[in-house]
């Protein structure tokens, strides 16, 4: 599975978190300890928040480990918000258009994770994008699709703007039902990033099996939230409880916060009347 990193804070090089420590990002992409795939070489990306409203994005299918322009990029490049992602392909192919992050206007996301039977599920989970949102999709992978379907469930486009956690939560609950339930259903695994250069929100969640690892640390303005800890002080990180979320908004203290309750009224009232985490 994939390995990645997601920063909200003061202003700061990239180097200090994605290639410079111990067990950096590029460490993570040859030598993950907490992942089910040891290498993460089908790629690497970079999203981050400078000037503009909308994100810069760098992305590459060279493994990370031997992309030369890396080092370079993470030392020069300044954000108070980025992402930062290692891949393992989890069956769609090795390309540009299929690595981490993904954007859409002012929008980035990077998952870890899959949905078990993907290729008789697709036409499906793609169903849950809105047409006016259908033309972003540039890959092939759940990935992108879930992030669309976020999207669309209240984040852009027509109708009532939602909290980002509500629509999160109003289409991981569509996926539910789409991969047969919590109770023999096929497996999901969502561990995953939203931030819209202001607020940071990573979810890590499972359904009939095990939820990806996650960890996050604070100091004064300052939260990362990453698959595996960037050290190897795993007492300076706090292990995300299955099923929640992280909770980073702008000048406010971060939240944890449990999803099973919310996911299950969703499902319970359906997919337009969710209620507001």
């Known amino acids: 599975m994939c390995r990645w990193i997601a920063y909200r804070g003061y202003t700061t090089a990239l180097e200090h978190y994605v290639t410079e420590p111990a067990h950096s990002l590029v460490s993570q992409s040859i030598n993950a300890l907490e992942s089910t795939a040891g290498t993460n070489g089908d790629g690497f990306g970079l999203g981050w928040y400078g000037d503009h409203p909308e994100p810069g994005l760098y992305r590459e299918i ?13 030392r020069h490049l300044l954000s108070h918000l980025f992402f930062a992602h290692v891949r393992a392909a989890t069956g769609t192919p090795v390309t540009r258009q299929n690595c981490h992050p993904f954007a859409c206007g002012t929008w980035l996301f990077m998952h870890n994770g899959y949905i078990g039977d993907w290729s008789r599920l697709r036409r499906q989970v793609e169903a849950l994008i809105p047409n006016e949102l259908y033309p972003s999709r540039a890959g092939t992978t759940d990935s992108e699709a879930i992030f669309l379907a976020i999207l669309g469930a209240g984040l852009v486009g027509s109708g009532p703007r939602r909290d980002p956690v509500a629509a999160t ?32 929100y990573a979810f890590r969640y499972a359904a009939n099996d095990a939820a990806n690892s996650m960890y996050y640390r604070t100091s004064e303005e300052e939260v990362v939230v990453v698959s595996e800890p960037l050290d190897r002080e795993h007492a300076n990180w706090i292990a995300v409880p299955d099923n929640s979320v992280v909770i980073a908004r702008k000048d406010q203290k971060v939240e944890v916060a449990p999803l099973d309750e919310f996911i299950a009224e969703c499902r319970a009232r359906g997919p337009d009347t969710q209620p507001q985490p």
Do not use: K
Request: net charge negative; hydrophobic share 40%; proline share 4%.
């Open 62 to 74: 060279r493994p990370a480990w031997s992309d030369e322009n890396l080092r370079y990029l993470c």
């Open 169 to 200: 939560v109003n289409t991981l609950a569509a996926l539910i039902d789409l991969v047969g339930g919590t109770d023999g259903g096929h497996p999901f695994r969502f561990t995953a990033a939203l931030a819209d250069g202001r607020d940071l």
